[in-house]
């Protein structure tokens, strides 16, 4: 189980990586815009700052142009890179053939059946958009819930993603993903709970009551 930034923006990559429990980053498209650059030279840098995976979505939509893109993202650092595919028929085609070779994880599915299918192309991650899901669909979590049964016991991973809250990361988790991927101020709200302030600040109180004579 393991938690992955969800971002391209340096700073919060540079920042999230010293906490030292981030396992990796998750880019796509937009969010590689938001940093300004969305050429495989990002990605290169980004390789450079995170300490595991660093998965990059695909921007071609033809099966010829993914396999070169894909061959092209992935000479960058095989040792880190996971390709993101879209799930669409080409982008299914494209797993089976770059799955042998190059962990693959498949993107904005929306349904179990697409989950059996990417499963049996031979994606190493699936990837489920847990809040666009509820938004769109109606329940995001019954979402992954049935995607984390299709997959069963194979070998597939379950990475959810579009997490907007801490409770939805907590409820993806529940329902059975494996992994989580989430933006940078949800994983610093994560962290944090009124009540654990108000503990440190009696301790720290009554250490500091105990100490008043010396």
């Not at 095989?78 to 494209?94: D, E, F, M, N, R």
Request: one cysteine or more.
């Amino acid at each position: 189980m393991a938690i992955f930034l969800d971002s391209g923006i340096h700073s919060e990559v540079k920042e999230a990586m010293a906490w030292g429990f981030v396992a990796g980053i998750t880019t796509n498209p937009a969010l590689l815009a938001a940093s300004g650059d969305i050429s495989l030279n990002a990605l290169k840098k980004l390789c450079k700052m995170a300490l595991g995976h660093v998965f990059y979505q695909l921007m071609s939509s033809d099966l010829d142009s993914m396999i070169r893109e894909a061959q092209a993202a992935f000479s960058i650092n095989p040792s880190q890179i996971v390709l993101k595919v879209p799930c669409t028929l080409s982008g299914l085609q494209a797993v089976a053939r770059l799955s042998l070779e190059t962990p693959c994880a498949v993107t904005a599915l929306f349904s179990p059946a697409q989950a059996y299918l990417a499963r049996e192309a031979g994606a190493r991650y699936l990837i489920s958009y847990l809040n666009r899901s509820t938004r769109l669909l109606g329940d995001g979590v019954a979402l992954i819930r049935a995607v984390a049964a299709v997959l069963g016991t194979s070998s597939t991973e379950l990475v959810a993603a579009s997490i907007k809250t801490p409770a939805e990361a907590v409820a993806a988790l529940s329902a059975g993903a494996d992994h989580l991927a989430v933006p940078f101020e949800v994983i610093k709200r994560m962290s944090h709970h009124p009540l654990t302030l108000q503990a440190m600040e009696e301790f720290d109180l009554a250490a500091r009551s105990s100490t008043a004579g010396y």
